[in-house]
Structures are given as structure tokens and as C-alpha cells.
């Protein structure tokens, strides 16, 4: 058990670009989430996978943000035409049912616009 | 809409100076409660799940007690390694079909030698 990874750890960009995080969750997990978190405040939820279809997400995501998850074992995270708003950690949770659903997290990925 | 609110915001202790941090609850519905650490810079690390009104989990120095309207991290004698931010979250019932945490904002605790 390697826990959730995730790619790249930080990440600076400037308004207008386009720019996809990748998330590898814990091995036999099926649930994985994408939260967005900015400072002094908790992880708010993106979106949810289980296996490769999407069930549930957020009025936070804008049609600027987009979340794959192929073939129910990675996911991406994009998101178009960044915005200083977009400024913030983003990460990732994977859950097993079986095991509770507990959701454990990844290290993040810090994104800045400028 | 699901709503958890965290006291206090920041908390200094002296090193084995017992307390406790509150999570305030509103859900439709609770399927669980969650507490994290988290460090700076760090993801949220899993502490404990509470699942209805009275259950208690342990931890080394931590406690989680749920009512139904709110829940406590009891911290005793802690220890500066303690220092973090402590976040509360709820999950809704299952046949809601939502699986999102709602988390607060957690309360950063500084632990002094």
C-alpha cells in the first residue's frame, strides 16, 4: 500500500492556460475524489468516481473543469482557461467500500495563477 | 445543505495541558463523522470515523466522542508533535447516493514545550 499519489506537486501557470493534474489512487481502492482546498479552510468537494463512471459532483465545478477516470484506475484533473480564483491545493481521495469507505488523502497539488 | 462548523478556530497549549476541540454539526441524514490531521503543506491524514450518537474511538493521546449534534477531539497531555490543524467532515446516509465530505474549517492547534 503506497497510498494516493499525485502529479505534479506544484504547479504555476499563468491566466488563460490550461492546465491537468493526475491522481493515482491506492491500489483496489474503486471511489476517488477531487476536493479543492484554500487557506484556513477545509477541503471543499469536487467530484467523485467509482470504478470509471462519475456520480456525483459539485455546483463548484465550473464547465471550466473536467475529470476523467478511464479505466477506473487513475484520474485527471483539467482545467481550462485558469483563472486567479483557480489559485489553491487540489486533492485527491481514494475510498473502498469494503474497508469502510474511509477516505484517505494524497499530498496535493498546488496550483498558482498569475 | 450539510454544514460543520469547528471551535475554536486556533488553540495554544502548553505541552500536557489537556482540551478539547468541538465540531458542530448539521447533515441530512449522518452516515459517519471524520476526523483529520493535517500538517502544513501536507494532505489530511485519517484519524477516526464515528458512526452514531456515543460511539468513542482512541488513539494514543486522542479521543472522539459523537452526539448527535456535535462531536469533541479530546486531546490528553499532548505533545508538541501534536501541532496541526484538526479537521471534521460528515458524510450523509447512503441512500442519498452522496459520498462528498462536508468539512469544516478546522481548528489549528500549537502545542508549546
Known amino acids: 500500500d503506497t497510498g494516493v499519489s499525485q502529479d505534479p506537486r506544484h504547479k504555476i501557470t499563468k491566466r488563460g492556460q490550461n492546465v491537468t493534474f493526475r491522481c493515482d489512487p491506492i491500489?483496489?481502492?474503486?471511489?476517488l475524489y477531487w476536493y479543492r482546498q484554500t487557506l484556513g479552510q477545509g477541503p471543499e468537494f469536487l467530484t467523485y468516481?467509482?470504478?470509471?463512471?462519475?456520480?456525483?459532483k459539485s455546483r463548484l465545478l465550473s464547465d471550466r473543469f473536467s475529470a476523467e477516470r478511464p479505466k477506473g484506475s487513475f484520474s485527471t484533473l483539467e482545467i481550462q482557461r485558469t483563472e486567479q480564483g483557480d489559485s489553491a491545493m487540489y486533492l485527491c481521495a481514494s475510498s473502498r467500500a469494503r474497508d469502510g469507505d474511509e477516505q484517505y488523502f494524497g499530498p496535493g497539488t498546488r496550483l498558482t495563477v498569475t | 445543505e450539510d454544514q460543520v462548523t469547528q471551535s475554536p478556530e486556533a488553540l495554544r497549549l502548553q505541552e500536557g495541558e489537556s482540551s478539547s476541540l468541538n465540531c458542530s454539526y448539521t447533515?441530512?441524514?449522518?452516515?459517519?463523522l471524520f476526523w483529520y490531521r493535517q500538517d502544513p503543506g501536507k494532505g489530511p491524514e485519517f484519524l477516526f470515523t464515528?458512526?452514531?450518537a456515543g460511539e468513542e474511538k482512541e488513539k494514543e493521546r486522542l479521543k472522539a466522542t459523537l452526539t448527535k449534534k456535535e462531536s469533541f477531539l479530546h486531546i490528553t497531555a499532548p505533545k508538541p508533535e501534536d501541532s496541526a490543524t484538526y479537521l471534521c467532515a460528515v458524510q450523509a446516509r447512503k441512500d442519498t447516493g452522496r459520498r462528498a465530505l462536508t468539512f469544516g474549517s478546522g481548528t489549528r492547534l500549537q502545542v508549546q514545550p
Open positions: 491500489s483496489e481502492h474503486n471511489r
Open positions: 464515528l458512526y452514531s
Open positions: 468516481f467509482q470504478n470509471e463512471a462519475q456520480l456525483e
Open positions: 447533515v441530512s441524514g449522518l452516515r459517519g
